[in-house]
């Protein structure tokens, strides 16, 4: 326990061991090697696979370059998103004001790509230096035809999921804008998928064969045309919630949108997902098709399954990732191939999300919220797992220590989402834990060394 | 007058006001770079979070290895009313976890833009006497809206000789070695080579094992290895300093500090690829130590030049883009020039002022043949790379987007390389390292010339 500082001692709870409580949703303490980033990285990473938008980054260098073509995002077309911009404001700039600059940088960008709309993302030294962020977004827009929205995600004013609503409010000033005559009642907007290796891709395919619209995602292979029509949708299906729900809410009040949380990730949350969808609707011939699409799906998984949970039976993991939605699916869906976590955390974690998880966990599972290296290396060691999922500054914790990784964040290269995601999923468990370098390593080795002087 | 064709803003190409796809990082994160190369130092940084966490994501994908960097988070109290407060929180939040030797304090954009003396901040620290005993403080100025990561690399290195270096009477065989920001291995080589010469280096950074580390039973809170803080101490105690990097030689560095501050002389290089900017460093070495240079090194010399003729017919005239620091593209660039290929475009996002004329200086067989850009991006790299014609294309990874539109090779060297695995294990300085880089070229030539071949041959 002396890994954890003491600001942050109500952040770690240890299920069975004491009676709940867990702090979460707090600024990280100052010194704290923090796994979580800033405000600009919460709207960055929300509003980045909008495919056909102008991203530019109003400031130095720096958070251009570091966001870079950095997630697995795909695009079904447009790879404008793919690009990197930014006003990349110098000394002259910091004195002098940069909104000529942001003007002049948003015109060129705009006669160069035709983008369907701009984002220009204020980060932290923009406002200090006295720039009228919206006023220039506002004059462009006039004169180019195009919304051009100002995100606010100044990094020290807040935490990520500050940088959730940012994007949120971006969104929320294009949805609406759109006529929405060729939406179907039967329909739905994706909310919260990013389409990591084309996952939004598997889910869009289970809705059209259940026969309902898809009407936008958001914001994996996302359109701006289609984001403008999303109020015509009957209903939101939010995933990443932490990030999404201020639209979902947003969209309900203004335009009785009703949403539900729903989750692609494992067998169990897959078909519970496309369940609710369907239910939803109170159409028969929607529910049967619903049905058959699940039983057809189970069937081809479910034998490959049960092979990998011989297995990985009785193994232990790990998971700390960025948002909570993501733990609960990943504890059952680890569950489903016979292994038990023994540690959950993640960034950006509500209280509800937190209470969930105490619900779902076994005894003796750590719950943390906004770990840090050290924390988490000593949890690793702690539990000894035989698997960390995680991003990628987790990667190298797991790796350094012998312990098995899986990726299962914006760089991953594998479709997780969906039925055949599971399998992916468990192929991937698979061949990290049961790799023979693990045999080499010095923590194996002296597990051995122990084991056999006992 | 240069000797190189320069073009600042080539009228046949857009001219555009922002900066597209990036050919630099900000400062604080070669700061962040060299502190982690100091044993028993943290990185640490006066700024928002997510600047360290961006960072730490970078490096972690170059090397693969945990890279911690804190940060004293700034909040909106701080920007108004100073960070002052969290610095100091951060600091002792630090040091109970990690229990640093030295942290190495780098300002970002924020706290320089709201005026922060992190120095003056600093000192006040360490006048109280509840912090006696503490960790070394070394404050870096490296505002990220001015010059690249490689600035911040340089200031980390300085930043530290300042603090620490005290007058010393010199002692022979000892030596200071300034690198740059260059592989792991090209650390651990070049530690062989002042061993071999028998002299004492102090490498400064050295993360060739903190970045470059064993698998382990239990985790370090910070690696093992770097330069030792004694070491640094005493770097006054040197008979000369040798430093990397044609296109800092105006600037006030970890050498040119030495050398004013305590009498050391300095001998400014560049960095050492190809035979004959390696052989500048081997005579340096051999006036420092008064000895030839080992038999070991002269054959290996003497393998590459063999090399050299076996290989020259598939090279020579071929073109080739070079982008990347500053002193890493001089250095490409005098190699591939003694081996015939025409580096048609070399390309940085640092903005010295200084890299025309270094090309220039180490290829005097191709004058006017070269277009030298400063302060580029990459999709200017590619508008301008489409009209060149190149072969292939060496740097960092992030030019893998350059490459795929043009329908060429990219070999990559230096930092980062996010898109293959070992970037911290490639050798690029000396002879040997060179010798590497040689084959690579060549065999990536020659791997071109077979896929595209129809006869499948299989002598090439």
Known sequence: ?454 | MSATQTISRCSSLPNFVATRNACKLCAPLGASIAVRGIEGALPFLHGSQGCATYMRRYIISHFREPMDIAASNFNEASTIFGGGACLYQGIKNVTSQYHPALIGIATTCLSETIGEDVALLLSHYEEDPKNSGGPILVPMSTPSYSGTHMDGFHAAVLAVIKKLASPQKSVRGRINLFPGLVSASDLRYLKEVAEDFALTAMLLPDYSDTLDGQALDTYNKIPAGGTPIASIRSAASAIGSVEFGRTILHRKTAASFLETEFGLPAHRLGTPIGVRETDIFFHALEQLSGRVTPAKHQSERGRLIDAYVDGHKYVYGKRAVIYGEEDLVVGLAAFLAEIGVVPVLCASGGESGLLAQSVAAVTPELEGKIVVREGIDFMSIAEQAQQLAPDFLIGSSKGQSVARQLGVPLIRVGFPIHDRIGGQRILHLGYRGTQQLFDQVVNTIIERKQQDSPIGYSYM
């Open chain 1, 1 to 454: 326990m002396s890994e954890i500082l003491e600001e942050r001692q109500r952040q770690v709870y240890r299920k069975g061991a004491q009676s709940y409580q867990i702090e979460c949703d707090k600024q990280s303490a100052s010194g704290s090697v923090s796994q979580r980033a800033c405000v600009f990285c919460g709207s960055r990473v929300v509003l980045y696979p909008i495919a056909d938008a102008l991203h530019i980054v109003h400031g130095p260098i720096g958070c251009a370059s570091y966001t870079w073509d950095i997630r697995g995002s795909l695009s079904s077309g447009p790879e404008l998103y793919r690009l990197s911009f930014s006003t990349d404001l110098r000394e002259m700039d910091v004195v002098m004001g940069g909104e000529k600059k942001l003007y002049a940088a948003l015109c060129e960008l705009i006669d160069a790509h035709h983008p369907k709309a701009a984002f220009v993302y204020a980060t932290c030294i923009v406002g200090i230096i006295g720039d009228d962020v919206d006023a220039v977004c506002k004059r462009v827009s006039q004169e180019k035809g195009i919304p051009v929205l100002p995100v606010h995600s100044e990094g020290f004013k807040g935490t990520k999921r500050d940088g959730y609503r940012a994007a949120c409010d971006a969104l929320f000033q294009l949805v609406g804008t759109a006529p929405i005559d060729d939406v179907s009642p039967l329909s739905v907007n994706i909310l919260g998928d990013f389409n990591i290796a084309g996952e939004i891709w598997i889910i869009r395919e289970y809705f059209k064969r259940m026969g309902i619209q898809v009407v936008a995602c958001l914001t994996g292979d996302g359109r701006v045309d289609e984001i403008r029509k999303a109020h015509g949708a009957a209903l939101n299906l939010v995933q990443c919630s932490g990030s999404m729900m201020y639209l979902a809410k947003s969209m309900k009040e203004k335009w009785g949108t009703p949403f539900k949380r729903v989750s692609y990730f494992g067998i169990e949350d897959m078909a519970q997902a496309l369940y609710d969808a369907a239910r939803f609707f109170k159409n028969r011939e929607v529910l049967e098709r619903t049905r058959q699409l699940v039983k057809e799906e189970l069937d081809l998984v479910l034998p490959q399954l049960t092979e990998y949970r011989r297995v990985l039976k009785g193994k232990k993991a790990a998971i700390y990732v960025g948002g909570a939605f993501k733990a609960f699916s990943l504890v059952r869906a680890l569950r489903s191939l016979g292994m038990q976590t023994a540690l959950v955390g993640s960034q950006t974690g509500t209280r509800e999300d937190y209470e969930q998880l105490r619900d779902l966990c076994d005894e003796g599972t750590i719950i943390v919220d906004d770990s840090n290296p050290l924390e988490l290396a000593s949890f690793l060691e702690e539990k000894d797992v035989d698997l960390f999922i995680g991003g990628v500054k987790e990667r190298p914790i797991a790796f350094k220590l012998g312990v098995g990784f899986c990726d299962h964040n914006h760089e991953r290269k594998e479709a997780l989402a969906g039925f055949e995601g599971m399998l992916n999923f468990a192929r991937e468990v698979h061949a990290s834990v049961m790799s023979p370098v693990w045999s080499l390593t010095p923590r194996k080795l002296s597990e051995q060394a122990k084991e056999f002087a006992a």
